[in-house]
């Protein structure tokens, strides 16, 4: 009985935290309980008064605050100032368990202001063991057998739809992967015709000219020499490399004389005269004069022609780079593996509810 008596006056004493009062320093410890079963919580407020201009180190704890007392919680600090400014009220709270039934001692707070140590008072905590009573063992019962759940579609809903979701995306991959595959060839091989020679084209035109005596029936002049300059214009572009299709004769003419001597191009210079005077004089040459010019077209075509062996092979094939067929695939494939991605993300989730549902 007098222990008792002993421990009860013991934890009212050490339940209170006295504040201490030197050079305006206070501190002052309490606790919500000073009894607690095992396992319960009980937290320990500490609050420190001071001078706003003095330095303040509160004390610092690892896991226990003493041994059997573990620090579960701390509470950020929280400061308030008083007096106009001119004290400082220094809270810190912890929350604090233990699961050893014992009557435990909290030693004093240490406080360091400006250096100098401050002291609360200790604490008492009595931890209790739950009461059992052992007079009634038939009250007793052992664990109860697991109950099942019975599922409801809040159950089913996530597999169904991951399944569902997981089907289409299934079928849009193996249809762009189908797509992608089968996509139509980049790079071409196109047959290319080769390019006759300038002055075959240019002979067979005036081949073409000779054979047709259309304007001999109906006696245009005008017809027959236009087509006889511009097969030989035609001739010039691609032989000499300047463009006599928008040149005059007499530029014709000049441009020549850079490569030919003047002797040479003197049949030339009488057909592009001639032509001159029936397109815009309306002059209209007799029918040997007309056929000479054509004779002398074809002499000045075979007398700066290229020869045969200098010749350049034009290729018979062609490689064509459809662009929009590369943009397609790249598309495709960028598709492809975003599909991919999606799917396996899709399956993985679905695996995971089902182990969910399963278990």
Not at 258 to 273: A, F, Q, V
Request: glycine content about 2%.
């Amino acid at each position: 009985m007098k222990k008792t008596i002993f421990i009860i006056s013991l934890l009212l004493a050490l339940c209170g935290g006295a504040a201490v009062a030197q050079s305006n320093v206070s501190v002052n410890a309490e606790i919500d309980s000073c009894q607690r079963l095992i396992g319960e919580q009980a937290r320990i407020k500490l609050k420190v008064g001071v001078d706003a201009n003095r330095r303040t180190l509160l004390p610092q704890f690892g896991k226990e605050i003493v041994e059997g007392v573990e620090i579960v919680e701390k509470l950020p600090i929280d400061t308030q100032l008083l007096n106009e400014g001119k004290r400082l009220l220094i809270t810190e709270e912890y929350v604090v368990t233990s699961f050893d039934s014992a009557l435990y001692v909290i030693p004093a707070f240490e406080v360091l202001v400006d250096g100098e140590p401050f002291y609360s008072e200790e604490l008492a905590l009595a931890v209790y063991m739950m009461p059992v009573d052992t007079t009634n063992l038939d009250q007793f019962f052992p664990p109860k057998e697991i109950w099942p759940v019975e599922l409801t579609w809040d159950d089913y809903k996530a597999p169904v739809g991951y399944s569902f979701l997981l089907l289409v995306l299934a079928a849009v991959l193996a249809w762009v992967t189908i797509r992608y595959i089968n996509n139509k060839p980049i790079i071409r091989i196109v047959k290319v015709k080769p390019k006759l020679p300038a002055h075959v084209v240019a002979l067979n035109e005036i081949q073409r000219i000779k054979s047709d005596d259309s304007w001999r029936t109906a006696g245009s002049s005008k017809e027959y020499y236009t087509a006889l300059t511009d097969a030989l214009r035609e001739y010039m572009n691609e032989r000499f490399a300047f463009n006599a299709t928008e040149m005059t004769s007499a530029e014709i003419v000049e441009q020549l004389l850079k490569i030919k001597d003047k002797e040479s191009l003197r049949e030339l210079r009488e057909i592009l005269e001639t032509a001159d005077l029936v397109k815009f004089a309306k002059f209209n040459p007799p029918m040997n004069e007309n056929d000479r010019n054509l004779l002398n077209a074809i002499d000045f075509v075979n007398e700066t022609k290229i020869a045969d062996n200098e010749v350049v092979q034009q290729p018979t094939e062609k490689r064509v780079v459809n662009q929009r067929s590369v943009r397609e695939k790249r598309l495709l494939l960028l598709s492809v593996v975003l599909l991919s991605l999606a799917t396996a993300t899709v399956l993985a989730l679905l695996i995971c509810e089902l182990y969910y549902l399963l278990s």
